[in-house]
C-alpha cells in the first residue's frame, strides 16, 4: 500500500518541521515537549489499543517503568542519558514481557488487570524498603544530567519512530493482520495468523515507545517522584487523546492530542481558575456530539485518513 | 375477512442503504403467512421495520385497525405483536424467568396463569424450569423461544426463521407447537426458507430484492410456475 | 492469635462496605455497558451531603440515607437521559463511555471544589455513640459496625429489587441480551434510567459513610475510589452484583491481613490479587466462561 | 473407498466442559477428495467435533492424525498453515474490515502468491459487496464470507459447519455442488449439516452422532431407516 | 526601570494539594495586594517604587502541567520573580527550570533536603519558611528523652516529607538512647489505621508518631479515638500546618492530648518582627480583608511576598544574581511574622526552629500551645495523657 507511505511520509516531515522550527517563534519549550510526549504515548498506545483492540487502563506503567528504568542507568552506572533512555525503554519492554499473560482476558478485564500491575508497579517503586534501589518515595535526582535541548530532541526523535512504526504498521500486512486480531482473534488465527506472536510483538512494541518516552520525560525534568512518573493521570489523557482522534489511524492520535492538549493548555492559562471545569465540559460535549473522533468527519466525507 | 396486519408502501434499510423498495403485505386476522425470499432478499429486514427495530423510511403500518407507525417497538409489542428472533430467548436467565420476562408487562395473577398455560402446552418446559437459557439444546431452546413469545398473549407472533440449525426431529417438533398456537386463533407470520412451512401456512409471500414478486396462498404459490421454478422445482426434480 | 482475628473481622467490615461502594458501579456497566469514571465522584457529593446534614443541619449522618436516595434517584434519570442514549448511538459505546464519564468528573470535582472549597472534611466517629463495639472478644469502632451493617443493608435490597421485582428481572435481561430485552416489549430506557439512578444513589450511599470509613472527604477523593470500586468488581466478574460483594469482601480481607503483617505492601497487595485471580479465572470468581466458536 | 492414504484420521476423541461430556470417544477418517457428513441432534458434538480438529481447543483425549502425523498439541494457525481450514455456524467475520479485507487476510497469511482475493469473492457471489464493511452483510452472507475466508488458504481438509441453514432450496442445490466441485478437486470434506436433502446431494458416506458419540456410521440411505437415527435426529 | 515587577507562581485548584496551595496563593495574593495599594514594592535598582503584578496559573497538583506552566512563566511571561507552589512534589520541577534559566526561585513550602545538597551548588533557590523536613522532628526527640519514654512506635506514610521526618526521629532517638519498637511505612493513600493500631498496640510503645499527610493523621486520629486502644503519648505533624482543617475533621474529642510541631501562626511572633506586620496584626487585616482563618499556608505564602520585598529593597542591581547576593546580606538580620530568616549558602532555611506543642483545652475550647523547649513554652504539657472515658 504506497499511498499509506506517502501519507506518513508527509506527516514525519510535518511533524519534524513543525517541532523544529515553532521553538523560535513559540517558546515555552516544555510545553512543545510535553505536546510531543503525549503524541508518541498516543501513537504507542494506538498501536496495541486502536490496532489490536486491547485498551491497557494503566498504559503509565510502561512510562514510570522507562523513566525509572533510566533514571537507574544514569545513577548507578554513570550511563549517557542517550543509552539510559533506550534502557528505559529496555525496562518498560521487560515489564511487557512480564504482562504479556495478561492476555488471556478480554475486553474491560484485561484493562483493569493492566491498570493494577501499573498501580502494584508504583507501589513497588514507591515502597521505602526499596530504597537503596529506587530511592523510595524520596524519588529521583539527576542533576548532573539535566539538559533539556538534549531531551527535547531525544524526544522528537522518539516522536517521529512512533510515527513510522504506525505508518509502516498501517500500509503493511502485519497491521492488517493486527486489525483482523482485533475483529476476531478466533477468525485470525483460522486465517493462518499467529495471533499470540503478533499480539505480543505489537504490545512490546507499545511498551517500548512509552518506555521511551518516558526515560526522556524523566531525564528533562530530572527531578521527580513516584507519582510523577505513575500517576494515572498521564495514561487518562493519552487514552482520551487517542478517542478523540480516532484510533487505528496514524493521523488520529497525532491530531487528538494536537487539539485536545492544546485546549487544556490554552484553558489553563486563559481561565485558570475554571480549569477543570471548561475542560470537563469540552469533553463532555465532544463526545455527545462528536462521538466517533475527529477522524469520523472525513471518513463520513469519504476521506481516507491515514 | 379482517386483517390484523397491513404494511403499505414500506421503505427501508441501513444507514443510506435502501433495502425495501415498497413492500405490500396484508396478514388476515388468524391465518399463518410465510415470507419467502432467496439470500439477501430483505425478509429480516421487513420483520425488523415491522417490529420498529429499523427506522421506517416512509410508509405506513396498522395493526388491528390502529395505526403504529410511530409507536416504539415495546408499545408495540403491549399492543399485542410478540417477535420472536433469531436468538430467541435469555440465555443467562434460567426458564422460568425467561417466560416472565416475555410477560414482562402482565398482572402478576395473569402472569401465573399464563406461566401454567405454558407449562402444560410444552410439558417440556416444566421439567427444565430451574435451566438456564444457555444450557438448553437447540430445539429446546426453540421450544422455549416460542413460549416466552406466546407469554404475552399476543394476538399475532413473528418469526425469523425458527427451523434454521434445528435437527429434523426439532422442526418438526416446532411446528407442531405452532400448530397448536394456531388452532387457538393467533395469526403468525414467518420468514422460512424451510418447505414443511409452506406447507402447513394459509398464505405466503415471496420477497425478492426488496419487493413483494409474488404471493397468494400457499397452495396457489406451490403451484405458481415463478415460485415453483425458483424454489421448488430444484427439489422436485431432484428427489429421489 | 489476637491480631489475625481482628484482622479478618476488620476485613469483613471493610469488605462489605467495600462491596456497596462497588456494586452501583457493577449494576451501570452491567445494564448499559458503561464505564462510569465518576463513579466515586458520585460518592465524593454524596459525602458531602451527609458532612452538610451534620454540620449545618445538625443532624444525625444517617438521615442523609433517604434524603439522599431520593435526591441521587431524582439526578440518576435525567443524568442518563442526558448522556446514555446519545452515547449508545456512536460506534463503540463502552469505550467512549471511558471518557465522556472522564469529562463528567471533571466537571463534578470543578463544581465540588467551587460549592464545598477543596478543605478535607469529616464527621467525628463520635456521632454514632462514640463507644467502640466489642464483637468476638475484639474492639471495633462502632462506625464501622454501622457502616457494614448498612452497606449490607443497601446490597441486600439491591438484591431483592434485581432478583424479586418485575423491574428487577427486566434488568437482568436487558445486562444479559439487551437486543432481546428490546424485543420483548421491555422499556429498555426506563428500566435501564432507573438503574442508573440506583448505581450512583447506591454510590451516594457509601459516600455518607466516606468520611468514617476513609478518615477524610475532600473534592478530589473520586478517582482512586472509582479505580478500587473497578478492582473489586473485576475480582468478582463484571456484571454480577452478587460477585461484588464477594469481591468486596476478598479486597478487604486482603487489605487488612496485608496491613496487619506486611504494612508497606497492603495497598500493593488487592491489585496482585486481582491480577492472580484473573488469570486463573480471566472473568472473575464468579464469571461464566463464554464460548467462543 | 479412495486407495490413498487417509488424509485425517480421528481416534477416540474426549472433550469436556464441566461435567458435560460433549465428545466421548469419537472416531472416523476422511481420504483426501471424499466428502462425510456429519449429523445429530443439536448439542450432540458436531461443531465440538469441528472446534477439535481445527484446534480452537486442546482435547482431553484421543488422537488426531493428519497426513500421518498426529497434531493435536499444534496452535489453531498451525493446522491452518498446514491445509485444515473450517467455517463457523455462527459466522465470525472481521466486522469492522471491508469484505475483501477478510480474504485478503487470509491470502496473505497462508494463502500466497497464487491466491486471488477479488476471485475468491467472484466465485463465491459477494464480489459486488467486495468494499463493503462485513458489518453490513446479512448473517447468510457473513457465512459465505467465512467459506470465501476459508478457501482463501488453500485447505486440503475443509469442515464446514451448517452453511446450508438459511438456504432456500435453490441456493441449497448451488451450495451442494459447489462443495462437490471442492472434493472433485481434491479437497477432504466434513460436512456438518441437519438437511438430508442437502446431505444427501453432497455425499452418500455419513456419522450421526448422539451425545458426543457416533450413534450411526455408514450409507445414508441407511441412516434414514436407522431406528436409532430416527428417534434421535430425524423424528418419528 | 520597568512598568511592573512581574512575579510568576502556581497554584493547584484542585487535586492532592489543593487544600494548602489555594491558601498559600492567597496569603500572596494578599501581599500583593498591599503592597500595590501604597504604589508598589520599593525597589533599590531603581531607587522608587514599583508596582507588582501576580500572573498565576493554575496546575491542578500535576507536576507534568506544573513543569509546562513553571517554563511558561519564565520563558512567555519572562517573570522577574519566580515562586514555587505548595509542598515538595510540585515545588520540584521547578527547581531544574530555574537554574536553566538563571532565575531565583522562591521556594516557600518545598522543605525536601534533597533540594539543597551542597554537591549541586545550586544558587537559584531560596527556601523562605520553614527548615527542611528533615530537621523538624529534631526537638521532638529530645522532648520525648526528656519525658523519659524508652519505646517508640513510628510510622509514616511513604512519601519524601514524612519518610525524611520519620527517618530523622528514628535516628536522633537511638542516638539518645531510646528504643524504635516499630517503625513502618504505609503507602500514601492509605485512609484506614484500625488494624495497623492494634498492630502497634502489640509492641507496646509509650509514644507513637504518626507521619503522614493531613488526610493520613485524620484517618489515623479518628481510628484512634474509635479503636479503644490508648498510648500515653501520640505526636502527628500536620495540625502545625492546618490546625483547623484537621480539628474540625477529626473533631474536639480526639484531638485533645495529641503533640504536634508549633509554627506560625500558632507561634505568634509579635515583639520580636522586625519587618512586616506582627502576626496580630496581619491576621486582623487578612481576616478584614476578607481572607478565611489564617493556617501556616497563608502565613507562608505572605511571608515569601515580605521576602521578596526585602530582596528588592537590598539588591543593588535589577537582576538575580543580585537579589541572591542581597538575601545572603540579609540572611540571619530580620525577622518576619513567620520567624527568624536565616538561610545558608544553598538557599535552606535555618533560622526557625519547630517546638513541640500539645493540644491542650482551653477554656474557649482546643489550643495548640508550645510545650517544649522550654524557652518557648506557652502551656505545661499533660504526660501521659488522661484515658477517654
Ligand atoms: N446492518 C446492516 N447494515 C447494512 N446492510 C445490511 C445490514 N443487515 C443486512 N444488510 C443488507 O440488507 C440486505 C437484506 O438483508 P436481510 O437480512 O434482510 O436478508 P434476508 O432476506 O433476511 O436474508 P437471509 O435469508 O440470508 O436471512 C442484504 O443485502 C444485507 O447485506
Ligand atoms: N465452550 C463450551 N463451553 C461449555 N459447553 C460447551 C462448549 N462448547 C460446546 N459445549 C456444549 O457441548 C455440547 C455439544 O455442543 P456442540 O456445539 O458441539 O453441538 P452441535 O452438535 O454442534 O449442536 P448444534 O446442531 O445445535 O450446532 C453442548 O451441550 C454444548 O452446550
Ligand atoms: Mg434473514
Ligand atoms: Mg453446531
Known amino acids: 500500500m504506497p499511498k499509506t507511505w506517502r501519507s506518513t511520509a508527509v506527516i514525519v516531515a510535518i511533524t519534524l518541521l513543525t517541532f523544529v522550527f515553532v521553538p523560535y517563534i513559540y517558546n515555552n519549550q516544555f510545553l512543545l515537549f510535553n505536546m510531543m510526549m503525549y503524541m508518541a504515548l498516543a501513537l504507542g498506545l494506538n498501536i496495541i489499543y486502536g490496532y489490536t483492540g486491547y485498551l491497557p487502563f494503566g498504559y503509565v506503567g510502561f512510562f514510570g517503568a522507562g523513566a525509572y528504568g533510566g533514571a537507574l542507568a544514569i545513577t548507578f552506572l554513570h550511563w549517557s542519558p542517550y543509552l539510559a533512555v533506550i534502557v528505559g525503554g529496555g525496562a518498560a519492554v521487560l515489564v511487557g514481557m512480564i504482562l504479556i499473560p495478561l492476555f488471556r482476558l478480554s475486553g474491560a478485564y484485561f484493562s483493569i488487570a493492566n491498570l493494577a500491575a501499573a498501580e502494584a508497579l508504583y507501589y513497588i517503586v514507591a515502597n521505602p524498603h526499596l530504597e537503596s534501589i529506587t530511592q523510595g518515595p524520596y524519588g529521583i535526582s539527576l542533576p548532573q544530567v539535566y539538559d533539556p535541548n538534549g531531551a527535547y530532541w531525544t524526544m522528537l526523535f522518539i516522536l517521529l519512530f512512533a510515527l513510522v512504526l504506525s505508518g509502516f504498521i498501517r500500509g503493511s500486512r502485519f497491521g492488517l493482520a493486527l486489525a483482523a486480531i482485533r475483529e476476531n482473534p478466533l477468525s485470525a488465527s483460522m486465517s493462518g495468523v499467529n495471533v499470540v506472536k503478533l499480539r505480543s510483538i505489537s504490545w512490546l512494541l507499545s511498551a517500548l515507545v512509552a518506555g521511551l518516552a518516558g526515560a526522556t520525560f524523566g531525564w528533562y525534568i530530572s527531578v521527580f517522584y513516584p507519582e510523577t512518573v505513575f500517576g494515572l493521570g498521564i495514561g487518562v489523557f493519552t487514552i482520551v487523546f487517542v478517542l478523540f482522534g480516532g484510533i487505528g489511524t496514524v493521523l488520529g492520535p497525532i491530531v487528538g492530542t494536537l487539539i485536545l492538549y492544546g485546549a487544556y493548555n490554552y484553558i489553563g492559562i486563559s481561565t485558570p481558575q475554571y480549569f477543570q471545569l471548561v475542560y470537563g465540559l469540552i469533553i463532555v460535549l465532544l463526545v455527545l456530539f462528536l462521538p466517533n473522533g475527529l477522524v469520523s468527519l472525513a471518513k463520513r466525507r469519504g476521506i481516507d485518513v491515514p | 375477512m379482517e386483517v390484523i396486519l397491513r404494511a403499505e408502501g414500506i421503505k427501508s434499510g441501513y444507514e443510506g442503504v435502501q433495502i425495501l423498495w415498497g413492500v405490500d403485505l396484508e396478514i388476515p386476522d388468524g391465518q399463518a403467512v410465510v415470507l419467502l425470499g432467496p439470500n439477501g432478499a430483505g425478509k429480516t429486514t421487513l420483520l425488523r421495520t415491522l417490529l420498529g427495530l429499523l427506522p421506517l423510511w416512509s410508509g405506513r403500518i396498522e395493526f388491528a385497525g390502529n395505526d403504529i407507525t410511530r409507536l416504539a417497538t415495546e408499545k408495540r409489542v403491549r399492543s399485542g405483536i410478540a417477535f420472536m428472533s433469531e436468538l430467541g430467548v435469555f440465555p443467562d436467565l434460567n426458564l422460568a424467568d425467561n417466560l416472565r420476562m416475555g410477560g414482562y408487562f402482565l398482572r402478576r395473577s395473569e402472569m401465573d396463569q399464563r406461566i401454567s398455560k405454558m407449562y402444560e402446552l410444552f410439558p417440556d418446559l416444566a421439567r427444565l424450569r430451574r435451566n438456564l437459557a444457555g444450557s438448553l439444546s437447540g430445539g429446546q431452546r426453540k421450544m422455549l423461544g416460542v413460549a416466552k413469545a406466546l407469554m404475552s398473549e399476543p394476538r399475532l407472533l413473528i418469526m425469523d426463521e425458527p427451523s434454521a440449525g434445528l435437527s429434523p426431529k426439532y422442526v418438526k417438533e416446532v411446528i407442531e407447537i405452532l400448530k397448536v398456537a394456531h388452532a387457538e386463533g393467533l395469526s403468525l407470520l414467518i420468514a422460512e426458507q424451510n418447505v414443511l412451512f409452506l406447507e402447513q401456512a394459509d398464505y405466503g409471500y415471496v420477497l425478492e430484492g426488496g419487493r413483494i414478486a409474488a404471493k397468494g396462498s400457499a397452495s396457489e404459490l406451490k403451484s405458481s410456475d415463478v415460485v415453483r421454478r425458483a424454489y421448488f422445482g430444484m427439489v422436485d426434480e431432484n428427489k429421489k | 492469635m489476637s491480631l489475625f482475628e481482628y484482622a479478618v473481622l476488620a476485613g469483613l467490615f471493610y469488605g462489605l462496605y467495600f462491596a456497596l461502594v462497588g456494586v452501583g458501579l457493577n449494576l451501570i456497566f452491567g445494564v448499559m455497558r458503561i464505564i462510569n469514571l465518576a463513579h466515586g465522584d458520585f460518592l465524593m457529593l454524596g459525602a458531602y451531603g451527609a458532612f452538610y446534614i451534620y454540620h449545618l443541619l445538625g443532624w444525625n449522618p444517617l438521615w442523609a440515607i433517604p434524603i439522599e436516595l431520593v435526591v441521587f434517584l431524582g439526578l440518576g434519570l435525567p443524568l442518563y437521559y442526558l448522556l446514555v442514549p446519545r452515547l449508545q448511538k456512536s460506534g463503540d459505546p463502552e469505550m467512549l463511555s471511558f ?195 | 473407498m479412495s486407495p490413498e492414504a487417509p488424509i485425517l484420521e480421528v481416534e477416540g476423541l474426549k472433550k469436556h466442559f464441566g461435567g458435560l461430556k460433549a465428545l466421548d470417544g469419537v472416531s472416523f477418517s476422511i481420504h483426501p477428495g471424499e466428502i462425510l457428513g456429519l ?75 497464487n491466491v486471488n482475493p477479488r476471485h475468491i469473492l467472484e466465485d463465491i457471489g459477494l464480489a459486488e459487496h467486495a468494499d463493503r464493511p462485513a458489518r453490513s452483510l446479512n448473517s447468510s452472507q457473513q457465512k459465505m464470507l467465512g467459506l470465501a475466508r476459508a478457501l482463501a488458504t488453500h485447505p486440503r481438509l475443509l469442515l464446514v459447519d451448517e452453511i446450508g441453514a438459511g438456504l432456500n432450496p435453490v441456493e441449497l442445490s448451488s451450495m451442494a455442488e459447489r462443495l462437490r466441485s471442492y472434493a472433485e478437486q481434491g479437497m477432504a470434506l466434513l460436512v456438518v449439516e441437519h438437511l438430508m436433502d442437502f446431505l444427501d446431494r453432497v455425499t452418500d458416506r455419513l456419522l450421526v452422532m448422539d451425545a458426543g458419540n457416533t450413534l450411526f456410521s455408514g450409507k445414508l440411505q441407511q441412516a434414514t431407516e436407522d431406528s436409532r437415527v430416527i428417534e434421535a435426529f430425524l423424528g418419528g | 526601570a520597568p512598568s511592573v515587577i512581574k512575579i510568576g507562581t502556581l497554584y493547584a485548584g484542585s487535586g492532592n494539594f489543593s487544600q494548602a496551595s489555594t491558601r498559600q496563593y492567597a496569603g500572596l495574593q494578599f501581599w500583593a495586594d498591599q503592597v500595590n495599594a501604597k504604589g508598589g514594592v520599593y525597589v533599590k535598582a531603581y531607587g522608587k517604587r514599583i508596582p507588582v503584578k501576580l500572573i498565576a496559573y493554575n496546575d491542578q497538583s500535576s507536576t507534568t502541567l506544573a513543569a509546562s506552566l513553571y517554563n511558561r512563566l519564565i520563558t512567555q511571561d519572562r517573570v522577574h520573580i519566580l515562586i514555587a507552589d505548595y509542598g515538595s512534589v510540585l515545588t520540584s520541577v521547578a527547581i531544574p527550570l530555574a537554574r536553566e534559566h538563571r532565575i531565583l526561585l522562591f521556594d516557600e513550602t518545598g522543605t525536601s533536603g534533597k533540594f539543597f545538597r551542597p554537591a549541586d551548588k545550586n544558587r537559584y533557590i531560596v527556601l523562605t519558611g520553614l527548615p527542611t523536613s528533615s530537621e523538624w522532628p529534631k526537638v521532638l526527640a529530645n522532648f520525648m528523652r526528656k ?243
Open chain 3, 99 to 293: 471518557i465522556l464519564f472522564f469529562g463528567l468528573s471533571q466537571v463534578i470535582e470543578a463544581l465540588a471544589v467551587f460549592a464545598f472549597g477543596n478543605d478535607q472534611r469529616s464527621i467525628p466517629t463520635s456521632v454514632f455513640g462514640g463507644a467502640p463495639i466489642h464483637i468476638a472478644g475484639q474492639i471495633y469502632p462502632s462506625s464501622w459496625v454501622v457502616s457494614a451493617a448498612v452497606a449490607l443493608i443497601g446490597i441486600v435490597l439491591i438484591y431483592l429489587y434485581l432478583y424479586h421485582t418485575r423491574a428487577g428481572r427486566a434488568t437482568r435481561a436487558i445486562m444479559t441480551e439487551r437486543s432481546e430485552a428490546v424485543v420483548t416489549g421491555i422499556s429498555v430506557h426506563r428500566v435501564s434510567a432507573v438503574a442508573f439512578g440506583i448505581g450512583i444513589a447506591s454510590a451516594a450511599l457509601a459516600g455518607i459513610f466516606s468520611p468514617f470509613m476513609f478518615g477524610a472527604i475532600e473534592p478530589s477523593m473520586g478517582l482512586g475510589i472509582t479505580v478500587t470500586s473497578f478492582v473489586i468488581i473485576v475480582i468478582g466478574s463484571l456484571g454480577n452484583p452478587l460477585g461484588t460483594v464477594l469481591g468486596g469482601i476478598l479486597y478487604g480481607e486482603a487489605l487488612m491481613l496485608m496491613q496487619t503483617f506486611l504494612t508497606s505492601w497492603s495497598e500493593m497487595f488487592p491489585y496482585v490479587l486481582l491480577i492472580l485471580i484473573l488469570l486463573v479465572k480471566p472473568s472473575g470468581l464468579l464469571g461464566k466462561a463464554v464460548r467462543s466458536a
Open chain 4, 39 to 113: 449429523a445429530g441432534p443439536n448439542g450432540s458434538g458436531k461443531t465440538t467435533c469441528i472446534n477439535a480438529i481445527s484446534g480452537v481447543f486442546r482435547v482431553d483425549g484421543g488422537q488426531i492424525r493428519y497426513l500421518g502425523q498426529p497434531i493435536q498439541h499444534l496452535p489453531a494457525y498451525r493446522r491452518v498453515r498446514h491445509g485444515i481450514n473450517r467455517t463457523f455456524q455462527v459466522p465470525r467475520p472481521f466486522l469492522g474490515l471491508t469484505v475483501l479485507e477478510n480474504v485478503m487476510v487470509a491470502a496473505t497469511y497462508r494463502g500466497g502468491r
Open chain 5, 147 to 389: 519525658l523519659g519514654i524508652q519505646r517508640v512506635a513510628i510510622l509514616y506514610a511513604a512519601n519524601d516529607w514524612s519518610g525524611s521526618q520519620a527517618n530523622t526521629l528514628k535516628s536522633t532517638l537511638k542516638k539518645l538512647g531510646a528504643d524504635v519498637v516499630f517503625f513502618e511505612s504505609v503507602p500514601d493513600s492509605t485512609s484506614s489505621y484500625s488494624t495497623i493500631l492494634h498492630r502497634i498496640a502489640e509492641a507496646k510503645p509509650e509514644a507513637v508518631a504518626e507521619f503522614g499527610y493531613s488526610n493520613n493523621d485524620v484517618a489515623f486520629l479518628q481510628d484512634y479515638a474509635s479503636s479503644g486502644l490508648y498510648f500515653p503519648m501520640l505526636f502527628v505533624p500536620n495540625p502545625a500546618l492546618h490546625f483547623e482543617v484537621v480539628r474540625k475533621a477529626v473533631g474536639n474529642a480526639a484531638m485533645r492530648y495529641v503533640y504536634s510541631y508549633v509554627a506560625p501562626p500558632l507561634i505568634r511572633y509579635n515583639r520580636e518582627v522586625t519587618h512586616g506586620p506582627t502576626l496580630d496584626a496581619f491576621e486582623a487585616a487578612y481576616t478584614k480583608s476578607g481572607g478565611r482563618n489564617i493556617d501556616l499556608s497563608t502565613v507562608a505564602g505572605y511571608n515569601t511576598g515580605l521576602i521578596v520585598q526585602h530582596a528588592l529593597a537590598k539588591a543593588a542591581k535589577y537582576t538575580q544574581e543580585s537579589m541572591r547576593t542581597a538575601i545572603d546580606a540579609f540572611s540571619g538580620k530580620i525577622f518576619t511574622l513567620d520567624g527568624l530568616f536565616k538561610v545558608n549558602h544553598e538557599g535552606a532555611q535555618i533560622g526557625e526552629s519547630l517546638p513541640v506543642g500539645q493540644i491542650l483545652p482551653t477554656p474557649s475550647g482546643l489550643k495548640l500551645q508550645a510545650v517544649f523547649p522550654v524557652e518557648s513554652a506557652a502551656a505545661k504539657y499533660v504526660y501521659p495523657q488522661p484515658r477517654k472515658p
